[in-house]
T-cell receptor, first 114, second 115 residues
Framework: AQSVSQHNHHVILSEAASLELGCNYS??????LFWYVQYPGQHLQLLLK??????LVKGIKGFEAEFIKSKFSFNLRKPSVQWSDTAEYFC????????????FGDGTTLTVKP | GAGVSQTPSNKVTEKGKYVELRCDPI?????LYWYRQSLGQGPEFLIY????????DSGLPNDRFFAVRPEGSVSTLKIQRTERGDSAVYLC?????????????FGPGTRLLVL
């Protein structure tokens, strides 16, 4: 069975600081990886995804993530955060053999202080 | 265009009652997903439809939970004999196709409280 682990439950940063949120998954086969964001009062929306090709994926709002297959990781990064990045971030995985069945991590709450 | 909509936005019921939660996917999306999110946790997969049929219902916790999508568009999640542990936010998502790399578009959720 697939599983996802997000190491940081709550991260607090000042504006302009760099961000890295950890995500590790457990599954031996081919996977598709996603980062979703939920801003306060809004619903989940996709930040970026990896399903094949270049392991460095760029998403919206300056976010990027790198798929490192040997480490089963898909960490999210942003070089300089803004107050508007305050939100909850979820990592998710779908195995190629389990189309449609997403497994999510428990999320990381990011608070950016102005 | 219109996104995924869910009704009601909030539902309060008593233990033992029956509830129905509705999801309207984005028009033209063939795949539809239901998740449950408890406080402090990520969404937990319940069931996935491709068209009218349930392609994967392995996440339904027990036989009190059932979902339908009779015309391949709107879906209803039905919970019988509700228990306090069913209290959660129920999320619906849809995607254009049902492949593993497809982007899922989420609705705002229905917050269910069982007293």
């Amino acid at each position: 069975a697939q599983s996802v682990s997000q190491h940081n439950h709550h991260v607090i940063l000042s504006e302009a600081a760099s961000l890295e949120l950890g995500c590790n998954y457990s599954y031996g086969g081919t996977v598709n990886l996603f980062w979703y964001v939920q801003y306060p009062g809004q619903h989940l929306q996709l930040l970026l995804k990896y399903f094949s090709g270049d392991p460095l994926v760029k998403g919206i709002k300056g976010f990027e993530a790198e798929f490192i297959k040997s480490k089963f990781s898909f960490n999210l990064r942003k070089p300089s955060v803004q107050w508007s990045d305050t939100a909850e971030y979820f990592c998710a995985v779908i195995a190629n053999t389990n189309a449609g069945k997403s497994t999510f991590g428990d999320g990381t709450t990011l608070t950016v202080k102005p | 265009g219109a996104g995924v909509s869910q009704t009601p936005s909030n539902k309060v019921t008593e233990k033992g009652k029956y509830v129905e939660l509705r999801c309207d996917p984005i028009s033209g999306h063939t795949a539809l997903y239901w998740y449950r999110q408890s406080l402090g946790q990520g969404p937990e997969f319940l069931i996935y439809f491709q068209g009218t049929g349930a392609a994967d219902d392995s996440g339904l916790p027990n036989d009190r939970f059932f979902a339908v999508r009779p015309e391949g568009s709107v879906s209803t999640l039905k919970i019988q004999r509700t228990e306090r542990g069913d209290s959660a936010v129920y999320l619906c998502a849809s995607s254009l196709g049902g492949g593993p790399g497809e982007t899922q578009y989420f609705g705002p959720g229905t917050r269910l409280l069982v007293l």
